[in-house]
């Protein structure tokens, strides 16, 4: 159980464009959902969360209009990379957990190249 | 204030031999603690985890990992490590204060020999 699934694993993009990212729990309804980017030979770092049916919380420094997160159901959020540039190129990995649990389960994550 | 500090960025060892990898963090609240392994390009897949019950938790494949409030310690130990054990380990705590949040430590990248 607590299976959480992402969609695409890979992609490449050009500079400018946008990019959609799924996070799915398979098993489980997902309350919270969370996305991180990790940098190459870095730790995660969480950029936001999201509750199902309201605004995504972002963590400091990190753009809300530009990482467009959505939680509309109880098994799916988006992020959306928009413009995306070159130095957006990063692993970004969601996460999902039920209700007050503090346990997260992570998604396989999702490897984004922008030229 | 809470933080994880992994002390080592890299531990090789050999087939067969015990593993440890080191964690100690700093919390004003009785934490949440738990160790993710992260293979190369996949996600996080969480080992274990210590929610004020048990001191020495025991998790998948072998591993466990003691929580010492004395020393403020959460490392991770097996006793005989296996080439598919070679990965980044990750040290977190729950921020309970801040609705559950995670905080990563920076991670330890381990080997193994044969």
Known sequence: ?115 | AQSVTQLDSHVSVSEGTPVLLRCNYSSSYSPSLFWYVQHPNKGLQLLLKYTSAATLVKGINGFEAEFKKSETSFHLTKPSAHMSDAAEYFCVVSLMEYGNKLVFGAGTILRVKS
């Not at chain 1, 970004?92 to 039920?98: D, F, G, K, M, T």
């Open chain 1, 1 to 115: 159980g607590a299976v959480v699934s992402q969609h695409p694993s890979w992609v490449i993009c050009k500079s400018g464009t946008s990019v959609k990212i799924e996070c799915r729990s398979l098993d489980f309804q997902a309350t919270t959902m969370f996305w991180y980017r990790q940098f190459p030979k870095q730790s995660l770092m969480l950029m936001a969360t999201s509750n199902e049916g309201s605004k995504a919380t972002y963590e400091q420094g990190v753009e809300k209009d530009k990482f467009l997160i959505n939680h509309a159901s109880l098994t799916l959020s988006t992020l959306t990379v928009t413009s995306a540039h070159p130095e957006d190129s990063s692993f970004y990995i969601c996460s999902a957990r039920s209700g007050q649990q503090e346990t997260q389960y992570f998604g396989p994550g999702t490897r984004l190249l922008v030229l």
